[in-house]
């Protein structure tokens, strides 16, 4: 059964430098997410992507995050500066159309 | 305020028992709900959805969950929990339409005993 997946798994950075998140979303699917997990709360909508741009974004969503479909496979979130109030997990999930399915996840770290 | 509640913290069931898991929204039309488990971890996997028509949906793994409309509710139910069942499960909807972003509850987390 097709998955999504995400790597790296984990990521360890320090504050301020520029990190890269990649999803590989299902091949058919046209609609994409990212989502976070701060540890112990609940997951947030950070943006969704169709068409080649972005569909919704919310306020954590700031000028620090972007995204990217860089090639016909790949699902980006780059985060420019890292805060340490960024240190979560964060998902993907694709769509084809109703149901979201998420990726297994990328733990980042600040220090 | 618009929102999704999940009223318990924290279940603690013995192998075999009936699980229910509550879960209730608040906005102003019925929207898209949804069921995810979270083992430790791990991704959100589906477990069911709701859009329209019966009201009681099957999942997998032995999972239901019952939409009513009258309370507002989506609850999960299990007839006989597995110690594999240990996890934590969110309620989440779409309110938009059906590719739209998903509002997570804030879980419930479920423990097993043997």
């Known amino acids: 059964e097709p998955e999504v997946t995400q790597t790296p798994s984990h990521q360890v950075t320090q504050m301020g430098q520029e990190v890269i998140l990649r999803c590989v979303p299902i091949s058919n699917h046209l609609y994409f997410y990212w989502y976070r997990q701060i540890l112990g709360q609940k997951v947030e909508f950070l943006v969704s992507?169709?068409?080649?741009?972005?569909?919704?974004k919310s306020e954590i969503f700031d000028d620090q995050f972007s995204v990217e479909r860089p090639d016909g496979s790949n699902f980006t979130l780059k985060i420019r500066s890292t805060k340490l109030e960024d240190s979560a997990m964060y998902f993907c999930?694709?769509?084809?159309?109703?149901?979201?399915?998420f990726g297994p996840g990328t733990r980042l770290l600040v220090l | 305020a618009q929102s999704v509640t999940q009223p318990d913290i924290h279940i603690t069931v013995s192998e075999g028992a009936s699980l229910e898991l509550r879960c209730n929204y608040s906005?102003?039309?019925?929207?898209?709900l949804f069921w995810y488990v979270q083992s430790p971890g791990q991704g959100l996997q589906l477990l069911l959805k709701y859009f329209s028509g019966d009201t009681l949906v099957q999942g997998i793994k032995g999972f239901e969950a019952e939409f009513k409309r009258s309370q507002s509710s989506f609850n999960l139910r299990k007839p006989s929990v597995h110690w594999s069942d240990a996890a934590e499960y969110f309620c989440a909807v779409a309110l938009g339409d059906n590719t739209d972003k998903l509002i997570f509850g804030t879980g419930t987390r479920l423990q097993v005993f043997p």
């Open positions: 999930a694709s769509a084809v159309q109703e149901t979201q399915y």
């Open positions: 992507f169709y068409n080649n741009e972005i569909s919704e």
């Open positions: 906005y102003g039309a019925t929207p898209y």
